[in-house]
């Protein structure tokens, strides 16, 4: 049995893909995953399967398109998976807040690209995360999901620090 962090992309952000913590679980549990938890309401679940990391993102993928209608992508990482990119992080780790992790779905086939305005804002690409520091702020950066994604050609979804951290305590 393994531990995965399940991240969720575009569930509860500005009142689309309305998906209640305590339904999901239900669900997961319904689909035979074990030790199932959730934090907070965007899409962040650590669970047990004996499954593989690809198994674990189709099911859930697909529970959740059957249950309620709504095609997210699923990105999964083992705590191993998950330790290693946090302690990869390459830039200052001296103001919390304006870091951030932003997991793929995939490793991208190229590892620079070009982002225009970025201002103070610095990305890395590294296997299957781009790492975020943004002194302008996550409000106001041009590094989004969205563009990463049509630039890599992949899933991406972000997670602050706080919430990488918290997740990987949860795991343990």
Same mark, same amino acid.
């Given at each position: ?60 993928? &697909? ?7 709504? *095609? ?14 946090? *302690? ?25 690209? &070009? ?49 990488? &951290?918290?997740?990987? &305590?949860?795991?343990?």
């Amino acid at each position: 049995m393994k531990t995965f962090i399940v991240l969720l992309r575009g569930i509860n952000v500005s009142g689309k893909n309305k998906l209640p913590m305590a339904e999901l679980r239900n669900l997961l549990n319904i689909l035979d995953f074990k030790n199932v938890q959730t934090y907070i309401q965007s899409g962040n679940i650590i669970l047990d399967s004996e499954d593989s990391k690809s198994i674990v993102c189709q099911k859930i993928k &697909e529970g959740i398109l059957n249950q309620f209608g709504y *095609d997210v992508p699923v990105i999964a990482r083992t705590i191993s998976e998950w330790k290693i990119a946090i *302690d990869n992080y390459p830039f200052s780790l001296e103001n919390e807040k304006i870091v951030a992790f932003t997991f793929l779905d995939r490793s991208p086939k190229i590892s620079e690209i &070009e982002i225009k305005n970025i201002r103070g804002d610095q990305f890395k690409i590294a296997n299957e995360v781009v790492y975020l520091y943004c002194p302008i702020g996550f409000g106001k950066t041009k590094i989004t999901n969205n563009v990463l994604e049509k630039k890599l050609n992949v899933i991406a979804t972000t997670r602050n620090f706080k919430t990488t &951290e918290k997740l990987l &305590e949860l795991a343990k």
